[in-house]
């Protein structure tokens, strides 16, 4: 599967792009007036093939669930139990991410790609409401291993938690979703975020570790200190990005990579939330470098490494308000912006059109 999904991604589409140049040139209103929307539009329309390119809608957020064996060495005061704790919350539709996606119109689908801890719900009270979030059931191993003392994962279980990924994009877009939203939840889970950064882009680590939940002075350098040993135990090779995430990536980082690459290969944008999206998107972007054209930036987190990432990539995000949750809320916020990018080239007159003159 991960296989032929890579090999699916395809360059964008200069024509369609093109067409959307033309297109934003002859609408009423100056030349560039819009901003990033602009070019957000024309590469929409190259993803798609088409322009104008079809309207994002509707939403599906998909919130990928791991716990991380790192969570031993001190990188967080937070209980690792919380991340079962929060799987239950976002089911009963307590979570931000719940109340921003209300408000977006989005579904919200939950993987437990690998929890350690036993769920607090009941599957069958999940079911009996199709119109909320859903859970999907797909642990691949019970939390990550200690990656400062060996692989978090081996090969198979990263490329199991990729595939997860790929498989949850496929069903979404099936199910009518015309854009993807990036979600996570995993206590520990910016340290494996912050290795990841690192290793594919070079980073020191003292440049791309943050705060996460708001650690403070000793627990941050600690933190700093596990990223940089396992870095310096594994030695990933950024050319093999299944490596790189055995090494020291976790379970939900590698299913967001297969969420990423699964929506490039359809086609279909996949709006990125914050430092765990990131760090999972230059994964997908190893594996497959157009799948970058997929990729929306939905906001700058507030976590160093996000930016790194970003720059790395080439995206620069749609929104900076200082979010650190992560959950998918900051690309929630971000999805009326690439709605209404893409609604300008549907709805928009050109001078012709609406018999407005031009300079």
């Known amino acids: 599967m991960l296989e032929s999904t890579v090999a699916a991604i395809r360059p964008l589409d200069e024509t369609a792009m093109a067409a959307a140049r033309e297109l934003q040139g002859r609408l009423t209103k100056p030349a560039g007036s819009l901003g990033a929307l602009e070019p957000l539009s024309v590469r929409l329309a ?25 969570h031993a060495q001190g990188v967080t005061p937070w209980p690792q139990e919380v991340t079962a704790q929060m799987i239950g919350n976002f089911l009963a539709g307590g979570a931000v991410v719940n109340a921003f996606a209300r408000q977006a119109d989005a579904s919200v689908t939950v993987v437990d790609v690998g929890v350690a801890t036993p769920l607090p719900i009941d599957p069958a009270a999940d079911a009996a409401d199709p119109a909320g979030p859903r859970l999907v059931a797909a642990a691949v191993r019970p939390g990550t291993r200690d990656m400062t003392v060996t692989a978090a994962l081996t090969r198979d279980e990263a490329r199991a938690a990729v595939e997860t990924g790929i498989r949850i994009a496929g069903e979404l877009v ?10 996570d939840m995993g206590i520990g889970n910016t340290t494996p975020a912050a290795a990841l950064v690192a290793a594919f882009t070079g980073a020191d680590p003292a440049e791309v570790t943050g705060r996460g939940t708001g650690v403070d002075d000793g627990t941050y350098a600690r933190k700093v200190g596990v990223v940089r040993a396992a870095l310096d135990r594994h030695a990933p090779d950024p050319a093999d990005p299944l490596g790189v995430l055995a090494a020291v990536g976790g379970l939900e980082h590698a299913a967001l990579t297969g969420l990423v690459l699964g929506a490039a290969a359809r086609r279909v944008p996949v709006l990125l939330d914050g430092v765990i999206a990131v760090s999972a998107a230059l994964a997908a972007a190893a ?7 997929a990729m929306v930036a939905g906001h700058r987190s507030a976590e160093p490494g996000a930016t790194a990432a970003l720059r790395h990539l080439g995206l620069d995000p749609l929104i900076d308000l200082g979010l ?20 300008v080239l549907h709805e928009v007159a050109t001078f012709d059109s609406a018999g407005v003159a031009e300079k």
């Open 174 to 183: 099936d199910a009518g979703a015309g854009i993807l939203l990036t979600g």
């Open 46 to 70: 190259g993803l798609a093939g088409a322009c104008p390119p079809p309207r994002p809608e509707p939403a599906a957020v998909a919130i990928f669930a791991g716990d991380h064996g790192v």
């Open 287 to 293: 594996f497959a470098p157009d799948a970058v054209g």
């Open 324 to 343: 650190r949750l992560g959950e998918g809320t900051g690309a929630l916020l971000a999805l009326p912006i690439v709605t209404g990018a893409v609604r």
